[in-house]
């Protein structure tokens, strides 16, 4: 904020003449960085490639039309196992991420110093690893499979539910427990009447919406054997047999679209 | 008999909130609290029940030292106190009558709470409460449904379940309009009355505490600066408690026939209406 004073009137301007300055060398620094990355990479790529993308493209759609509606009958296995990952998976993520969310809250945990580092050390470490990477390494540790799959899908979620599940925790009314607390309840009691009813709703919109990007997610888990939709996409890519994986593209759409339809429809009815 | 003496609080921050406090309330005695915002009077009220940590001093009632009480003494003893909130402290997504049966989580176990098993005894008691403050319609009600005034009146509902033999009352009018408040802090007095309750309240509007308690005592920061009858609020005793200010307006309701005229007006309505009516307590007329 900048006041000035010009002829006994006092003048106001959002910055001062240094915060414009400053500003401004902001805005072109940011531009000149663009401008050469822009140079940097069009430089590595092969244009002629790139010129040549649309009719690549149309090609392999018209090798993709009409999608092989025959071999429909062998892929009703491997939806079913797609959505078996992503429900199972969410499950086991949900009964993990309630007792650490607990602990990372930090008006529920039950040592900030020492237990509230390693719970958020969890919800971390889990996060940051992809569930594509968690499949990777559990199919080369205990075999390819569906197993594998509901694996990696938990402990991927594990971090993001207890994240938002502790988050959720976290902002809740203290007074309520409060008011709990000076009845003479328990600690136990007081969680069960003056939290979980607070964070009920957030919980349960967390737990339908992980299971709704879980469902998308265990559609590529067959790509590296961890069973469900991506196998039968795998092979069929690999073989270039492009109508069959039309269909299958077809098909993960539409379970996407009814997870997501249910979803939004169970969230709609909590909050 | 609760006895208070030499209560210290020093806040972690380093701020002395109460500099030694020695307060005795007899059996049955309503109180009101007063003082201006940030001289302790929630402090106090939170040290009693010990929802805060008193630094010094010690709390009696009837002969127990809260003090120094371990935790299960502890829930033990603050059954025997009900405390009443400034924003209703309900739980908003638990029904009216889960919210008055909470009053009783003290005396039952964890389970037997968490499958809402309260014996049937507290369950006649909680309808007994809720149809003596106007209520009983509004049962499967969630406290989030509910007005001030009625969310209030369940809190009432709450502490009294406890069965207590104090209660604790922090800022009940706070949230509440004027009539609102003259209703609430009137069903307060008369369940103290029924029930030889004594009551500390804390509040900010010297009017309804000259009309509904029958002692004050004034706190500024953290120290008893007047305790006595509500009649001898003075200008002067209201400038010692809240500082320089033009209190004509806040005594004379005291002094003239204008508060003694309110005071009849609030006497002749029981006179009117013997038995109250519902919707008159549930704040619906």
Redesign the interface.
Known sequence: MAIASKDGAKVWQRRDRKAQFATWAVYLTSTAIFVYCWELISEKTIWAFVWDAPAQAGDLFARMVPPDWGSIHGLWRPIWDTLNIATLGTLMAIIIAVPVAYCAARNTTPSVAFVRPVALFIIVSSRSINSLIWALMLVTIIGPGVFAGILSIGLRSIGFCAKLLYEAIEEIDESQVEAVRATGASGGQATAYGIVPQVLPAFAGISVFRWDINIRESTVLGLVGAGGIGLPLNAAITTLAWTQVSLILLIIIATVVAGEWVSAKVRHAII | MLRIKGLVKRYRTGDLALKGIDLDVPDGQVMALIGPSGAGKSTVIRCI?R?VEPTAGSVTLNDLEVTTLGRSEL?????R???I?Q?Y??????SVM?NVL??????VG?WQ??FRKFPQSDIDEAFRLLARVGLDHMVDKRADELSGGQRQRV?IC?ALI?NPELL?VDEPTASLDPKTSRQIMRLIKELCAERKLSAIINIHDVMLAQMFAERIVGLRVGEIVYDGPPDNLTADVLTKIYGEEDWSATIRKVDDEAAEAEEAAAAVIPVELPLPSRDRLAGLT
């Open positions: 029940n929802l829930r033990r003893a603050r059954r106190m009900g405390m909130f924003e402290a309900l739980v908003e997504r638990l889960e909470s009053g009783r989580l003290g005396y964890f709470s968490y809190g709450r406890q604790l």
